[in-house]
């Protein structure tokens, strides 16, 4: 096995390019296991529609990355706290009905650092007792294949809750669901001598116990080239650091929102396909002069993304339909 040392980077849409190239382009002859660390961030997973598992509002205020990664699966809250493991290898088949295989040697490190109750709970959570330390996927293509997993070490584990928090309006899509669990860290669990550790700390004596050596030497590893690092910041751009793939990328969806102003209440009901509005319906009772079917038209091919509402809002002569309602109060309607 070789290691990848993926040089300290923090952006979440620079390390799943660098676990894509090196699952995709970088075919070397044994499997790779990367680490990362990012900062806070929520990685959806493919099947997902962003919008329904983060909370937008907590998501802006706190600046954080949001990226799609390639594996199936629900959404996971990761800070600096958190570090995540992969193995990329060649495809056997079998794999996707055991995580198991590429858990082992991460439980038997915790095992060896004191977390003796640390186990593999159902298909792909790692536990202690009720509580899950890390969640767990796959994504294969081309005959090979990524098994990775976080481990929450020193989490902020009010900020796993409230990033995730499902909005409150209704949402209907076929996108992936994500499985809420009860969370917990892994550092009060470690024997007193780890207790100081800080996350890079741990991680790295995890590298130690998989490789099953002394020293950070003795660990066979693959360097990555200039060349390699290029490729990786083109493959950022085309998906993970982009907005078509991040929040566009969802299935299909509608959202039905309401809301009760002082001089009435209005309804809207959204239709958004590939990260843009299909349809609008706006429902109510205190509507100005204009038609109200010119709005909704407006809003056809719109990008659903909270700038792009609030200019098109601004755009139209709101006043003419809704009297006094600003258009920052009907954003909160629309996104
Ligand atoms: N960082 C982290 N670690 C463990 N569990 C978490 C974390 N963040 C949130 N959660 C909990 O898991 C559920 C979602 O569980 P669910 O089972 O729906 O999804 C997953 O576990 C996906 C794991 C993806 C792992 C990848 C590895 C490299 S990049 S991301 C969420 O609602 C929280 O309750």
Redesign the pocket.
Known sequence: MYFVDNQGQLDPSVN?ALETFLLKEKILDEPILLFYINEPSI?I?RNQNTIEEINADYVEANKIHIVR?M?G??????DLG?F?F?FITKDDGDSFRDFGKFTKPVISFLHSVGVKEAELKGR??LVIGEK??????MYATNGRMTA???I?FD?DLDA?TSA?KPRKEKIESKGIK????R?TNIKPFVDEAYQNLTTEQFRDLMLLSIFDVETREEVKEYHLTDEDWKRVYEIREEYFGNWDWNYGKSPKFEIQKHHRFPIGSIEVRLNVEEGHIQQLKIFGDFFGLGEIKDVEDAFIGVKYAKEDILAKLKELDIKKYFGNVTAEELLEELY
Not at 73 to 78: E, I, L, M, P, T
Not at 132 to 137: D, E, T
């Open positions: 799943i990685i997973g990664r594996s699966g629900g959404a996971v809250y990761h958190n995540s992969c792909n959570d899950k330390f890390s969640g767990n996927a990775h997993g976080t929450l989490s796993v995730l994500s499985i809420r669990s969370v």
